[in-house]
């Protein structure tokens, strides 16, 4: 990891990504394949799993391909080279992001990154509730699929033990989901009322800002830090 503290995570991969994304020409590619590099050396651990990952999603990029393709051909006056030269570079790119962005995900912590930015936030000693409403419902959104996807299996494996069967076809088991989600959509539905009901009688709303019982204090080594990226990034950018 090359940055331990959440926020300063966050802006470094969000910063070469959106730079990724307003880049014009393949030759200016070259800051991000070395910044890529320098992320591998400091996660070689994980890096197996990244690639597992990027395999899954360059499947359908062939389609996506095709389809630029054929847009620019049929619908723009750019020729057939000028049409595989920015599909390539298109290529590139979103490959390049996708890599990042799973980078991120297998090293960062989605719950760290929303203590660091509530101690933030308390630090500011605004009293804005609709801020702290704000982080509970990323908290909560955060924790729903987890959670969704524990009950289903859970659901499915009970039903498994009884000896019930499921059908083994992509359109079986999609007749499958169509049957089982609303019950499961209606019970994570009654289980968010009855956590809405227990913040509320735990006092929830009556002070605000809410303290963060192990803050992660953002201090001026991390805003060094962040400036350091900026500089770099701005640098290697502006010497394209």
């Not at 996660?43 to 690639?51: D, G, L, M, Q, R």
């Not at 049409?83 to 912590?109: D, P, R």
């Not at 009950?151 to 076809?169: C, D, E, L, M, Y």
Request: proline share 3%.
């Amino acid at each position: 990891m090359m940055f331990k503290h959440p926020i300063v995570q966050l802006y470094f991969y969000l910063s070469i990504s959106l730079l990724l994304v307003f880049s014009t020409s393949i030759h200016s590619l070259w800051p991000f394949g070395f910044f890529l590099l320098i992320i591998s050396f400091y996660n070689k651990k994980i890096i197996s799993k990244v690639a597992i990952r990027l395999l899954s999603a360059v499947i359908f990029f062939p389609i996506m391909l095709i389809i630029y393709l054929a847009i620019s051909i049929f619908f723009t006056e750019m020729t057939i080279y000028e049409s595989l030269k920015g599909a390539f570079l298109a290529f590139l790119k979103f490959s390049i992001i996708i890599v990042l962005m799973n980078f991120y995900l297998e090293t960062a912590s989605s719950e760290n990154l929303i203590i660091s930015l509530r101690s933030f936030w308390v630090k500011t000693k605004l009293k804005w509730k609709w801020v702290d409403d704000f982080f509970l419902f990323i908290s909560l959104a955060l924790r729903l699929y987890p959670t969704f996807q524990s009950s289903w299996s859970n659901n499915i494996n009970s039903q498994k033990a009884i000896g019930i069967k499921f059908q083994k076809s992509y359109y079986g088991k999609l007749f499958e989901i169509s049957k089982e989600l609303p019950a499961m959509l209606v019970y994570q539905l009654n289980r968010s009322n009855d956590i809405a009901l227990a913040m509320k009688l735990r006092g929830y709303g009556l002070h605000c800002p809410r303290s963060v019982i192990h803050p992660i204090d953002f201090n001026f080594l991390n805003l060094i830090q962040i400036l350091s990226i900026t500089f770099c990034l701005s640098y290697f950018i502006g010497s394209i």
